[in-house]
């Protein structure tokens, strides 16, 4: 079956770093690029960055550049997505996507004190 | 960077009826436009690439239209599972942006 998971949900400090997974299945991992969005409560969609998972290439949002770092395992069929120094605006749904067709269930990251 | 705006924010229509979403970007975009079906709870999920392909498995009452600026997602026949929110997205240029989102609703 065809299908990214992600870890699950974090609850993290302000100033804090969270690493979230995303396992690839049924599929060849080195074929396609990864995409990180998140979700904050009623706000639109948001695109974070992207990884070229063969090559190890990545391109950032400018908004999340110097605080984001995108990274694959390729004998694990797994990326990961770090953001540090989290703050309350952090908090947000996490997901990751295989070029544009297909998403994992998503990671529920949240910021409090 | 490309702005997306989509239209309406709400669109509330009966079963059966049409149910017309727009979306508009700041600047052309060629064909390089997806729109995601997304359920409470859910992922989004590929409805429309290409601006007018439909994904695997989509019902036929999807279609898109549009290319440059302005394209257009119908559903023909509005049925119950349908109501979700709709979101546009284009993938021209870097970085990749979003529409805010158009909410369908059964009447």
């Known amino acids: 079956q065809v299908q990214l998971v992600q870890s699950g949900a974090e609850v993290k400090k302000p100033g804090a770093s969270v690493k979230v997974s995303c396992e690839a299945s049924g599929y060849s991992f080195t074929s396609y690029s990864i995409h990180w969005v998140r979700q904050a409560p009623g706000q639109r969609l948001e695109w974070m960055g992207w990884?070229?998972?063969?090559?190890?290439?990545?391109k950032y949002s400018q908004k999340f550049q110097g605080r984001v770092t995108l990274t694959r395992d390729i004998s694990a069929s797994t990326a990961y997505m770090e953001l540090r120094s989290l703050r309350s605006e952090d908090t947000a749904v996490y997901y990751c996507a295989r070029d544009e067709d297909l998403w994992g269930q998503g990671a529920l990251v949240t910021v409090s004190a | 960077e490309i702005v997306m705006t989509q239209s309406p924010a709400t669109l509330s229509v009966s079963p059966g009826e049409r149910a017309t979403l727009s979306c508009r970007a700041s600047?052309?975009?060629?064909?390089?436009l997806v729109w995601y079906q997304q359920k409470p709870g859910q992922a989004p999920r590929l409805l429309i690439y290409g601006a007018s392909t439909r994904a695997t498995g989509v019902p036929a009452r999807f279609s898109g239209s549009g290319s440059g600026t302005e394209f257009t997602l119908t559903i023909s026949s509005l049925q119950s599972e349908d109501s979700a929110v709709y979101h546009c997205q284009q993938f021209d240029n870097w970085p990749r942006t979003f529409g805010q989102g158009t909410k369908v609703e059964i009447k």
């Open positions: 990884i070229n998972v063969g090559s190890g290439n990545t």
């Open positions: 600047q052309s975009v060629s064909s390089n």
